[in-house]
């Protein structure tokens, strides 16, 4: 794939350990490859640090969010909701994530990952932020407390989205960007098969890495250049050139980040 537009991963743990012996080679291969924005979601306080080191060697390229992952809403989730919080008040984040809701791993935590979730997307909207939603195997929850919190303030993106053409609809009415990475190349993943009626407009690009890595890289550690194969992908599914997709969705991060 050539490209001459930017590239935007919407959503990378550039500050994960998987990359500790190769994290600036890992950036620059992306960088090379036309990926020049990096969204860095937070999973909770334990990750505060690198991510500020992060930002600090790439202030060009990184930027950072402020959130509670809800499969690390624990017993103590109220001092790392005081965290998250007392974040927010000292610096700028672009946006509150990643939060919401993930069934999938336990159960047990559900009231708590609930009231984690409301209380963070009232932060959210205090600071004027957008909101990037974690989950899984929970639509009904989330779209729940999403009907209880919408408002013109409500906005964000779905990160990781997987779900049916009605869910993404729903979604989309929350004023939610559906983020699409690597399950977009999976021979299972589904959600290729209704994406080209959903709206350019309404999609962001992400790798999630070192999760979840495109096809022909699918169960090894995933990096931001791989969203090149995201690109890809979207450019047969759209019937667009790779460079349109790649401006478009950058256009898009924009108008959720503002930046």
């Not at 209380?119 to 004027?128: F, N, R, S, T, V």
């Not at 989950?135 to 408002?151: Q, T, Y």
């Not at 050139?241 to 503002?258: C, D, L, M």
Request: negative net charge; proline residues 3%; charged residues 25%.
């Amino acid at each position: 794939m050539e490209t001459n537009s930017t590239i935007t991963d919407t959503h990378t743990h550039l500050y994960s350990e998987e990359f500790d012996q190769d994290r600036n080679e890992m950036i620059q291969r992306a960088i090379d490859a036309g990926v020049s924005r990096f969204f860095i979601p937070a999973i909770d306080s334990t990750c505060t640090e690198s991510m500020y080191e992060l930002e600090k060697n790439h202030p060009e390229n990184v930027f950072l969010m402020m959130g509670l992952h809800p499969t690390y809403v624990k017993d103590n989730f109220l001092e790392e909701l005081q965290h998250v919080e007392n974040e927010l008040a000292k610096r700028k984040f672009y946006a509150v994530g990643e939060i919401g809701i993930d069934l999938y791993w336990d159960k047990t935590h559900l009231p708590q990952q609930q009231i984690a979730f409301k209380k963070q997307i009232q932060l959210a909207k205090q600071y004027k932020l957008p909101i990037v939603i974690h989950c899984r195997e929970a639509f009904e929850e989330i779209f729940e407390i999403l009907e209880e919190e919408k408002s013109p303030e409500l906005f964000g993106i779905f990160h990781c989205f997987t779900g049916t053409y009605e869910q993404a609809l729903q979604a989309i009415s929350y004023n939610m960007k559906l983020g699409i990475g690597g399950v977009v190349t999976f021979k299972n993943g589904k959600i290729d098969q209704f994406l080209n009626q959903i709206d350019l407009k309404h999609i962001v690009l992400e790798t999630d890495s070192p999760y979840l890595a495109p096809v022909p890289f699918r169960g090894k550690r995933n990096e931001s250049s791989y969203i090149v194969n995201v690109v890809d992908k979207l450019a047969q599914i759209y019937s667009l050139s790779a460079n349109e997709i790649a401006a478009v969705t950058t256009e898009n991060s924009k108008a959720i980040f503002g930046i």
